[in-house]
C-alpha cells in the first residue's frame, strides 16, 4: 500500500523535527512525505537539510485546511495520512493501517486511538474522546473524537465527500469526519498509536473560545444536504446553540443573546415539523 504523508505546519520548526522523526521510523515507511510550509516565519525552510527526501512546499499563511488541500493535491499516492506537526506517530502506525485495510478492503478510512501529553506530562483522555467504529455519524456529533493525526483516508472518498473546508478557522477536521461518517464506515484501530503534544499558546483549541460556535456552522452547512440524519442534526445544533445562549447571557452579550435565541426558535420549529 503506497502512502502520502502530509503534514501541515506553521512556524514549528523544532517540533516539525519530531514529527518528522516518527515518520521516518515507521516500520511501513510512505512512499513520500509532503510538508505544507502555511507562511512560516522561523527556520522551517530549512527542515529538508535534515530530512533531505521530504517534499517542502511553501504558501503564504492562508490556514491549515488550505495547508492540507494543497498537501493532497501534490501528493501522488491514492491513501493520505495526516500528521499535525507538534504531534508524532509510534513506530507501527502505518503498519497498522496497512494491516487493517488489507482485511477490510471496503473501508475507505481508518483512525488510531492516542496518547495525550500536556507540558510534559501524559494525562488521560476524557470520556467524550472514547473511540468508536463502523458506523459512527452519532457518536461524532457532539464534538471531535477523530484526530487528523490518527488518519488514513482514501483519495475516493475525499472525492466523494470533498476536502477540508478552507472557511472554517477551526473545527474543520470535525467537518470533513462529519461528512465522511455521513454514509460510510470508519474502521477504527483500537490502539495508541499516535502522541497528541499540548500545552501550547499557538494550538488552534487555546486561540478560539468557544468551539462549538464554529461546530455549529459545520453542523448547518451538513444539514443543508443531508436528510438520513437530519433530527440528529437538529437536536444537536439545538443542545449546542442552549449551551452558546448561556454563555452570551453569563459575558452580557446582547446581540448572540437575540441571534441565539433566534436560531433556538427557528430549530425547535424545525424539529416539530419532522415529529
Excluded at 15 to 32: D, F, G, N, T, W
Excluded at 52 to 70: C, D, E, F, M, W
Excluded at 153 to 171: A, M, N
Excluded at 240 to 249: D, V
Aim: glycine share 6%.
Amino acid at each position: 500500500m503506497q502512502i502520502s504523508v502530509v503534514i501541515p505546519t506553521y512556524n514549528r520548526y523544532e517540533v516539525l523535527q519530531r514529527a518528522l522523526a516518527s515518520v521516518y521510523a515507521q516500520s511501513h515507511m510512505p512512499s513520500e512525505v509532503i510538508i505544507i510550509d502555511d507562511g512560516s516565519s522561523d527556520n522551517t525552510s530549512e527542515i529538508q537539510k535534515l530530512f533531505p527526501h521530504a517534499k517542502y512546499i511553501y504558501q503564504q499563511n492562508t490556514g491549515v485546511s488550505s495547508a492540507r488541500n494543497l498537501g493532497i493535491k501534490n501528493s501522488t499516492c491514492q491513501w493520505i495520512a495526516f500528521l499535525d506537526s507538534d504531534d508524532a506517530w509510534h513506530v507501527d502506525k502505518l503498519a497498522r493501517h496497512v494491516e487493517f485495510h488489507t482485511n477490510n478492503p471496503d473501508i475507505l478510512m481508518s483512525y488510531t486511538d492516542e496518547r495525550w501529553v500536556r507540558n510534559g506530562v501524559e494525562v488521560k483522555l476524557p470520556k467524550k474522546f472514547h473511540k468508536y467504529g463502523g458506523s459512527i455519524f452519532a457518536e461524532c456529533l457532539s464534538h471531535n473524537i477523530i484526530a487528523p493525526s490518527a488518519t488514513l483516508i482514501h483519495k475516493d472518498l475525499l472525492e466523494k465527500v470533498g476536502l477540508f473546508d478552507e472557511s472554517l478557522e477551526v473545527c474543520e477536521d470535525y467537518d470533513l469526519w462529519l461528512r465522511v461518517a455521513c454514509g460510510n464506515s470508519i474502521g477504527l484501530i483500537d490502539e495508541k498509536l499516535i502522541t497528541k503534544y499540548g500545552g501550547s499558546d499557538e494550538q488552534l483549541s487555546a486561540k478560539y473560545w468557544g468551539m462549538d460556535r464554529f461546530r455549529v456552522l459545520a453542523l448547518e452547512k451538513l444539514l443543508e444536504h443531508e436528510v438520513v440524519h437530519k433530527e440528529l442534526i437538529v437536536g444537536t445544533l439545538l443542545h449546542k446553540y442552549n449551551l452558546l445562549l448561556k454563555g452570551a447571557i453569563k459575558y452580557e452579550k446582547a446581540l448572540d443573546v437575540k441571534m441565539y435565541n433566534e436560531k433556538i426558535k427557528f430549530y425547535e420549529d424545525l424539529k416539530d415539523v419532522h415529529k
